[in-house]
C-alpha cells in the first residue's frame, strides 16, 4: 500500500514556495531525505509527523490523504 505522504509535503510545500532546502532545515533533516519524501522512495520519521502538520496547518488525516475525516477506526 503506497501512502499519497510524499505527494502531499510536495503539494504542500510548493503551495507555500517553499524549497527542499528550506523544508530540511526547518524539519533539521537533509534535502535529500526530502527528496525521498516526496518521489515516494521513503517516508518521515513518525517524530516528523506532527512537526510536518504544524508547519503547513493540516491534521494528520490530511497529511495522509485520508479525505473522510468522520469514519472512526475500531
Same mark, same amino acid.
Given at each position: 500500500?503506497?501512502?499519497?505522504? /510524499?505527494?502531499?509535503? @510536495?503539494?504542500?510545500? #510548493?503551495?507555500?514556495?517553499?524549497? %527542499?532546502?528550506?523544508?530540511?532545515?526547518? !524539519? @533539521?533533516?537533509?534535502? %535529500?531525505?526530502?527528496?525521498?519524501?516526496?518521489? /515516494?522512495?521513503?517516508?518521515?520519521?513518525?517524530? #516528523? #509527523? !506532527?512537526?510536518?502538520?504544524? !508547519?503547513?496547518?493540516?491534521?494528520?488525516?490530511?497529511?495522509? /490523504? @485520508?479525505?473522510?475525516?468522520?469514519?472512526?477506526?475500531?
Amino acid at each position: 500500500m503506497e501512502l499519497p505522504i /510524499g505527494h502531499n509535503i @510536495r503539494r504542500l510545500r #510548493l503551495e507555500r514556495n517553499m524549497t %527542499q532546502r528550506e523544508l530540511a532545515w526547518y !524539519l @533539521r533533516v537533509s534535502i %535529500q531525505a526530502v527528496s525521498k519524501w516526496e518521489r /515516494g522512495c521513503t517516508y518521515p520519521d513518525l517524530v #516528523l #509527523l !506532527l512537526p510536518i502538520a504544524r !508547519l503547513f496547518s493540516v491534521t494528520l488525516d490530511e497529511l495522509f /490523504g @485520508r479525505e473522510d475525516t468522520s469514519e472512526k477506526v475500531g
